[in-house]
Nanobody
Framework: QVQLVESGGGLVQPGGALRLSCAAS????????MAWYRQAPGKQRELVAL???????NHADSVKGRFTISRDNAKNTVYLQMNSLKPEDTAVYYC?????????WGQGTQVIVSS
């Protein structure tokens, strides 16, 4: 089993920044990709950003230029740096790990962007 634990969410004013972290632990054999998703109230969960094992990344159009996904392989941790936050970024953010032994979700961390 693999556990994914997110941290770093909270309340921030519009224009502010947050950095989310997701630490993977457990039976990790190899990580194919790690991703961040988000789900706003009443909406479907959507992909925000993804980073592959070769380091290549993809970001949703809605966050390009504002959010950056990165990783620390030694710590089995993926980050999401979120800058210039907008009220529409308010959501629960989930980490997803695509491992050689399965796909896993974290429990989520709440991000609220409000003045």
């Amino acid at each position: 089993q693999v556990q994914l634990v997110e941290s770093g969410g909270g309340l921030v004013q519009p224009g502010g920044a947050l950095r989310l972290s997701c630490a993977a632990s457990g039976s990790i054999f190899s990580i194919n990709a790690m991703a961040w998703y988000r789900q706003a109230p009443g909406k479907q969960r959507e992909l925000v950003a993804l980073i592959r094992s070769d380091g290549s990344t993809n970001h949703a159009d809605s966050v390009k230029g504002r959010f950056t996904i990165s990783r620390d392989n030694a710590k089995n941790t993926v980050y999401l740096q979120m800058n210039s936050l907008k009220p529409e970024d308010t959501a629960v953010y989930y980490c997803r790990g695509l491992m050689s032994n399965g796909a896993y979700w974290g429990q989520g961390t709440q991000v609220i962007v409000s003045s």
